[in-house]
T-cell receptor, first 112, second 114 residues
Framework: KQEVTQIPAALSVPEGENLVLNCSFT??????LQWFRQDPGKGLTSLLL?????REQTSGRLNASLDKSSGRSTLYIAASQPGDSATYLC???????????FGTGTSLTVIP | DAGVIQSPRHEVTEMGQEVTLRCKPI?????LFWYRQTMMRGLELLIY????????DSGMPEDRFSAKMPNASFSTLKIQPSEPRDSAVYFC????????????FGPGTRLTVL
C-alpha cells in the first residue's frame, strides 16, 4: 500500500526566507504527484501537478521537483510571504489512476 | 459513522443528458467539498459549502454545473447538459469546522459521458 510522508510536520520561517518542503512515497509506480495548499476552513487548492514523466514544474515563486525512482518530491518556495502561511499537502495518484494518497501535510507559518 | 457516501459509484450517460451526483457527508461535519479528478488536471476543487451555504464556487467550470446542499446531510452536483469532456471521477469530501481540518473523502463517482 502506498504511504506518503511529509517532513517537517510544521515549519516556521521569517518572511523573505526560501524554504523547502519534502514529500516521500513508498511505491514509485505513480501516475502523477500533486501539491496542494489548504487554508483553514477551505478546500484544497492545487498548486502544481507533476506527471510521472516530468522532473519538475514551476509556478511563480513555487517549484516542485519529482524523483520517482527515489520516491521523493520537494516543493521549493522562494521569498516566502506571510500569505504563504497554510498547510501544504502532497498527493500521489496510483498508476491505475483511480486512487490517490495524501501526505501527512506540513503546516507552514511565515512570520512578518 | 459510515464515512462520506457517494452515489452512484459509476455513471455512464450520453452527451446531452442530465447527470446528478449525490453525496452524504459525515454527520456533524460543517464543510462539504466537491472535487473533480482527471488524469491530465489532477484533483480540482469545484465548490464547497459551509453550514449548507455555498462559499466558493469559482472552480465550477461552466454554467452547466450546479450544486446544492438542501440540508446538512445531503448535497447534489448536477451537470446539464453533460458533455464528453465532463468524464472524470467526482469526489465529495467533508470536514469539521476548525483549523485546516482533515478532509474525509468519499469513494468517488466515475462519470463517463459518451
Amino acid at each position: 500500500k502506498q504511504e506518503v510522508t511529509q517532513i517537517p510536520a510544521a515549519l516556521s520561517v521569517p518572511e523573505g526566507e526560501n524554504l523547502v518542503l519534502n514529500c516521500s512515497f513508498t511505491d514509485s509506480a505513480i501516475y502523477n504527484l500533486q501539491w496542494f495548499r489548504q487554508d483553514p476552513g477551505k478546500g484544497l487548492t492545487s498548486l502544481l501537478l507533476i506527471q510521472s514523466s516530468q522532473r519538475e514544474q514551476t509556478s511563480g515563486r513555487l517549484n516542485a521537483s519529482l524523483d520517482k525512482s527515489s520516491g521523493r518530491s520537494t516543493l521549493y518556495i522562494a521569498a516566502s510571504q506571510p500569505g504563504d502561511s497554510a498547510t501544504y499537502l502532497c498527493a500521489v495518484t496510483a498508476h491505475t489512476g483511480n486512487q490517490f494518497y495524501f501526505g501527512t501535510g506540513t503546516s507552514l507559518t511565515v512570520i512578518p | 459513522d459510515a464515512g462520506v457516501i457517494q452515489s452512484p459509484r459509476h455513471e455512464v450517460t450520453e452527451m446531452g443528458q442530465e447527470v446528478t451526483l449525490r453525496c452524504k457527508p459525515i454527520s456533524g461535519h460543517d464543510y462539504l467539498f466537491w472535487y473533480r479528478q482527471t488524469m491530465m488536471r489532477g484533483l480540482e476543487l469545484l465548490i464547497y459549502f459551509n453550514n449548507n451555504v455555498p462559499i466558493d464556487d469559482s472552480g465550477m467550470p461552466e454554467d452547466r454545473f450546479s450544486a446544492k446542499m438542501p440540508n446538512a446531510s445531503f448535497s447534489t452536483l448536477k451537470i446539464q447538459p453533460s458533455e464528453p469532456r465532463d468524464s472524470a471521477v467526482y469526489f465529495c469530501a467533508s470536514s469539521l469546522a476548525g483549523e485546516a481540518d482533515t478532509q474525509y473523502f468519499g469513494p468517488g463517482t466515475r462519470l463517463t459521458v459518451l
